[in-house]
């Protein structure tokens, strides 16, 4: 049983930064592409960003400018650096690691931004 781990969920005041992390360990297939999703109770999951196996980022129009996606392809490490963090911003957010004939989800740390 194979499940990303996450950390770097929490509490933060309108307009600070959070750093999401998502460690991919016990993973030996090829790791293709990596992401975040955020989804908030009773609503479908939607895209945060994603990074590729040539490490070409992608972000949300929704976050664009404030988010960013980086992966550690040696360690199998993604990360989500947000930033200008807004209300509208809270939720749950889940990591995607996409393998050769498999995908995991991690369990989704909380985003909480107070206004």
């Known amino acids: 049983q194979v499940q990303p781990v996450e950390s770097g969920g929490g509490l933060v005041q309108l307009g600070g930064s959070l750093r999401l992390s998502c460690v991919a360990s016990?993973?030996?297939?090829?790791?293709?592409?990596m992401s975040w999703y955020r989804q908030a109770p009773g609503q479908e999951r939607t895209l945060v960003a994603s990074?590729?196996?040539?490490?070409?980022?992608r972000v949300a129009d929704a976050v664009r400018g404030r988010f960013s996606i980086s992966r550690d392809k040696a360690k199998n490490i993604l990360y989500l650096q947000m930033s200008a963090l807004r209300p509208e911003d809270t939720t749950v957010y889940y990591c995607?690691?996409?393998?050769?004939?498999?995908?995991?989800w991690g369990p989704g740390p909380q985003v909480t931004v107070s206004s």
């Open positions: 016990g993973m030996t297939q090829t790791i293709y592409s």
């Open positions: 990074i590729d196996i040539g490490d070409l980022p």
């Open positions: 995607h690691a996409v393998l050769t004939l498999q995908h995991y």
